[in-house]
Each structure stands twice: as structure tokens, then as C-alpha cells.
Nanobody, 121 residues
């Protein structure tokens, strides 16, 4: 069973930065596509960013040019650098992984518990 553990969340003022990490275990990391999703209170979970096995990133329009996803295969870890944070970025951020599937925005079958990000004005 794939295990994903997020860290790095916290509280920050608008305009600030945070870096999330997701440590993966029980998988051959370099064979997986990794992603970040988020869920705000009362809202559906939404795609944030993903990175495939070739290190190609994909971003939601709402975070493009502000967030950067990266992966370190040697450490089995995926990162999300979040800059110029806005209050609307407040959510629980979840790491996700999948082995197969062409759509970078969906069909993930392994999930972490999430880390809270709170952005205040």
C-alpha cells in the first residue's frame, strides 16, 4: 500500500510563501505521476498541480506562475513551492499518486492525509 505523508503547511499572510513536501513510501517512486490537490471548507477537492515521470509539470490556471511543483526521485519526495499566496489558496492540501493514466488532473488512487494551509489578509 502506497503511503504519502505531507508536511510544510501552516499560516502565512497574503503575499507570503510556503513549501509543501510529500514523502512517499512503498512504491517505485520514479514510475509514478504525482500531484497536489486542495480542498477548502464547503468546496469540492480541486486539482492544483502534477508532475509526470518525465518531470513535465501541469498546473491549474489559478496557481500558474505562482506555484511550482518538483520531484526528487532519490528522496521519493514531491514538493509544491507556493509563492504570492492569496487568501483563496486557504485549504487542506493533499498529495496524490498514480501509476497509470494519461490525464494529469485525475484518476489518482493513492492519497495523503493532507496539510493545512491558511492565508490571512
Amino acid at each position: 500500500q502506497v503511503q504519502l505523508v505531507e508536511s510544510g503547511g501552516g499560516s502565512v499572510q497574503a503575499g507570503g510563501s510556503l513549501r509543501l513536501s510529500c514523502a512517499a513510501s512503498r512504491l517505485v517512486f520514479n514510475l509514478y505521476q504525482l500531484a497536489w490537490f486542495r480542498q477548502a471548507p464547503g468546496k469540492e477537492r480541486e486539482f492544483v498541480a502534477s508532475i509526470d515521470r518525465s518531470n513535465t509539470p501541469y498546473y491549474a490556471d489559478s496557481v500558474k506562475d505562482r506555484f511550482t511543483i518538483s520531484r526528487d526521485n532519490a528522496k521519493s519526495t514531491v514538493y509544491l513551492q507556493m509563492n504570492s499566496l492569496k487568501t483563496e489558496d486557504t485549504a487542506v492540501y493533499h498529495c496524490a499518486a498514480k501509476r497509470v493514466g494519461n490525464d494529469p488532473r485525475s484518476d489518482y488512487n493513492s492519497w495523503g492525509q493532507g496539510t493545512q494551509v491558511t492565508v490571512s489578509s
